[in-house]
């Protein structure tokens, strides 16, 4: 399954909302406003990612082959990740100039939208 950077985006967007020891299960995620223009499948995929040790984005699991999906909070490494692509301008920066690739790993999707903020800082 493909792991699309805007799915990235909105997951940790909601995980960013959510109140201090929120931790919602299935139904409050997929439904969300910002979820739920994506399939419970892609969530899960997602969320599995990004709260694999490796990725260290996302406090989250997915059980039961994906039937079971809970988000409690953004890791600290999350929360640098999402400052750097947070801003709309930026990410949509960051989005064209990614896209003229045909794919693109996490970390260079976060030094593109550093370079793009550090320019708009005149940096």
Do not use: C
Request: proline share 5%; net charge negative; no cysteine.
């Amino acid at each position: 399954m493909e792991l699309k950077p805007d799915l990235i985006r909105d997951i940790l967007l909601y995980a960013e909302s959510l109140d201090y020891n929120e931790n919602p299960i299935n139904d409050p995620i997929f439904k969300s406003e910002i979820l739920s223009k994506y399939s419970p499948e892609q969530i899960a995929y997602a969320t599995n990612v990004l709260s694999a040790p490796d990725a260290n984005l996302l406090n989250g699991y997915v059980k039961a082959h994906g039937y079971v999906v809970g988000i409690s909070s953004l890791t600290f490494t999350g929360h640098q990740y999402l400052d750097d692509i947070r801003d709309d301008g930026v990410w949509k920066e960051t989005k064209n100039k990614i896209g003229l690739l045909a794919s693109v790993s996490l970390p260079i999707i976060q030094e593109v939208a550093k370079s793009i903020t550090l320019k708009k800082l005149g940096l």
